[in-house]
């Protein structure tokens, strides 16, 4: 037995910190309801977290007390056999003018700076009754009790009052045992005028009895009852639930009057809040964004709560299927209809909703990491569901991520860009002789080492001298370049200028078309097939994008897309660098047809398409890996990375990585 409760204890515990974790991370109003019916799920009432689900209900609604009103008041009339006034103190009444604190409320269920409990301040009225009277000065000399008057004008029942006396011949206290009706007269700037209390001595038969000179007058103060009507609202709080309006209490008097006779219920004597005959309750609310009242009704306020077979069949085929948001928990303190035992904190449920298979009944299978006591089967990798519609905020982040991994990767391989471009046209000497050079070193094994170190001596000269060309044709071009950009700025641009500005449009279709097609192909072929392959040992799936090991999966894939885009485009690349440049020598661009018959013509046929393959590899291999993985590090950084745009629905996702 002890076990049991050890295990139950640790079960509510980790309840608990799940629900901590999952209202802490999901926060919008539809997680929010979501949070709510997930934890009403739970038939247990010993594990259900009853009061952070009512904490959610309450920050759902954050509703503000607009109303109080008091049921069950009786008002007295003396021109009637119906006065109840010996149970005034139990009817709202008992009170005297000073007392504080008689009525109080319910503080809001969620916690945080943003709720706060209401401000409520009782509306007192006087009975026109005398609540009590209170000995001033017990006077000297009293033999016997003196009578007790209580005078003013317009009274309707006179009080009935007797002064009691102690052995120092004083008078100790006064007893109200009829507190009368018609006293405070005409009430002035709200406060009734208090009636005089005449304490008369009596004569004393006894021969003993002190002379009237070493008599001494008592004195007293009478105080008149006042009872509760009504409830001023100083602050009407926020975060209370509409259909589970916060409890009022009211109160019974600290000391009950001396006439006051406890009533009898059910034929027996009853004393304390049993015997209350007045209540108090919410009769309106309002929402915190709205400032229209809303009667409180709890019926009203469940919504419609039912689910119909369609939903229950697109939730039993769809993993991802949430129950609809506008279902609404309701409370109970029973466990089901036919219990009659009250449970101590109560349950949420949710109507029609079809009772779930016993945990101890649930087949084993291959498609659970493990059977938990609370929430049944727990799958081997986590439920997600991707976010369905992004903010404008959120695509202008994703925008900017987009342009940092492009300046920073294009800017970075630049130099790769142009000697791969170089290579293809063959126009630069340096280059081509580097790369003749390496040819004819594999070719010749036989050369000896003097050789090759007379040969380095004329290169260097023409290494020199090329260098010397080539700043000299930058500076002419970039002259040239300058001048040409401010004739065009300064000269009208007719419709015939700008057609040849897209000549070359179907090669650069050619060209990048494939590129893009293969780039994400091969991407998403290859990081699914690193994800479905198991590879930690927990069987978790590396998620492209997040973590180290899903940058590490983005960069590699990204990588392998870029040589494979390389590959596919790399001919239509050469043909649309070659007819550029033709363009330039020949003042008229050839047709890529010709290009293609005089590739295909040269030694080494259908090869030379691919003439600067292994730069152009090179480079997308960097370009696209790095691509992928600062695009997707800059998504994080910038909070709308994967990891944020998904909805993971595994409860127990949270725990396993530690997310906080």
């Given amino acids: 037995m002890k076990q049991q409760r050890e295990a139950k204890k640790l079960a509510r515990q980790g309840v608990l910190n799940l629900f901590s974790l999952l209202k802490a991370r999901y926060t919008t109003t539809e997680q929010k309801q979501q949070l709510a019916i997930l934890f009403s799920l739970i038939s247990d009432p010993q594990l259900q977290p009853v009061n952070e689900i009512r904490s959610l209900l309450g920050e759902l609604d954050n509703g503000t007390i607009a109303e109080i009103e008091l049921l069950d008041l009786s008002d007295?009339?003396?021109?009637?056999?119906?006065d109840?006034?010996?149970?005034?103190s139990r009817t709202g009444g008992g009170f005297s003018r000073d007392d504080t604190q008689v009525i109080t409320v319910e503080p809001p269920a969620p916690l945080g700076d943003d709720y706060k409990p209401a401000k409520i301040r009782a509306i007192f009225k006087p009975t026109t009754r005398i609540l009590r009277i209170n000995v001033v000065d017990g006077g000297e000399g009293y033999d016997v009790a003196p009578d007790v008057i209580v005078r003013q004008k317009g009274v309707v029942r006179q009080c009935e009052a007797y002064a009691v006396i102690n052995q120092q011949k004083r008078v100790s206290e006064i007893i109200v045992v009829n507190p009368g009706y018609g006293y405070g007269g005409p009430i002035r700037n709200g406060v009734p005028i208090v009636p005089i209390v005449e304490i008369k001595r009596r004569k004393s038969s006894r021969k003993d009895s002190p002379n009237e000179k070493a008599l001494k007058s008592a004195k007293a103060v009478a105080e008149l009852e006042y009872k509760v009507t009504g409830v001023e609202i100083l602050d009407g709080g926020s975060g209370y639930i509409f259909d589970e309006p916060p409890e009022v209490m009211l109160s019974l008097p600290q000391n009950d009057p001396d006439w006051f006779v406890t009533p009898v219920i059910n034929g027996r004597n009853t004393d304390g809040d049993e015997a209350q005959m007045i209540a108090a309750r919410v009769s309106l609310m309002k929402s915190g964004s709205s400032s229209s009242t809303i009667a409180v009704d709890p019926l009203q306020y469940r919504g419609e709560n039912t689910i119909n077979e369609s939903i229950l069949q697109q939730i039993q085929n769809d993993p991802i299927a949430l129950l609809p948001s506008y279902l609404r928990p309701q409370f109970s303190m029973f466990i089901s209809r036919d219990s009659a035992e009250a449970l101590e904190n109560g349950i949420y449920y949710i109507p029609t909703l079809p009772k779930s298979k016993?945990?101890?009944?649930?087949?084993?299978?291959?498609k659970y990491r493990s059977i938990d006591a609370v929430f049944g089967g727990i799958g081997k990798a986590p439920v997600i569901k991707n976010a369905v519609t992004l903010s404008a905020d959120q695509y202008s982040r994703l925008a900017l991520a987009g342009a940092i991994c492009t300046v920073v990767v294009r800017t970075a391989l630049n130099p790769l860009e142009l000697v791969k471009t170089k290579i293809q046209l063959q126009n630069d000497d340096e280059i081509m002789r580097l790369a003749t050079e390496k040819a004819n070193a594999v070719k010749s094994d036989a050369i000896s080492g003097e050789q090759l170190s007379s040969n380095k001596q004329p290169a260097g000269t023409t290494q020199e001298?090329?260098?010397?060309?080539?700043g000299a044709n930058l500076a002419t071009s970039s002259n040239s370049a300058a001048s040409t950009s401010t004739a065009l700025l300064e000269s009208r641009i007719e419709l015939e200028d700008i057609?040849?500005?897209?000549?070359?449009?179907n090669a650069i279709v050619s060209r990048e078309l494939p590129f893009a097609v293969t780039k994400f192909l091969v991407f998403d072929s290859i990081s699914n097939l690193i994800n479905n392959s198991n590879l930690l040992a927990d069987g978790n799936k590396i998620q492209v994008g997040v973590g180290t090991l899903g940058l590490l999966l983005s960069a590699f894939s990204g990588a392998m897309a870029g040589i494979a885009g390389a590959f596919v485009s790399h001919?239509?690349?050469?043909?649309?660098t070659l007819t550029s440049a033709s363009s330039k020598e020949d003042a008229e661009s050839k047709d890529w047809k010709i290009i293609v018959k005089e590739l295909l013509a040269q030694e080494g046929g259908i090869v030379n398409l691919?003439?600067?393959f292994p730069a152009r590899a090179v480079f997308f291999f960097l370009v696209i890996g790095l691509q992928f993985f600062l695009y997707d590090y800059f998504k994080t950084l910038l909070d709308v990375g994967t990891d944020d745009l998904t909805l993971v629905l595994d409860v127990f996702y949270a725990i396993r990585t530690g997310l906080q």
């Fill in 76 to 82: 007295d009339d003396a021109t009637t056999d119906k």
């Fill in 84 to 88: 109840y006034f010996r149970l005034s």
């Fill in 358 to 366: 016993s945990v101890e009944n649930l087949p084993s299978s291959s």
């Fill in 465 to 470: 001298q090329n260098r010397s060309k080539r």
């Fill in 499 to 505: 057609k040849p500005l897209w000549l070359s449009f």
């Fill in 571 to 576: 001919p239509a690349d050469l043909i649309l």
């Fill in 610 to 612: 691919f003439a600067g």
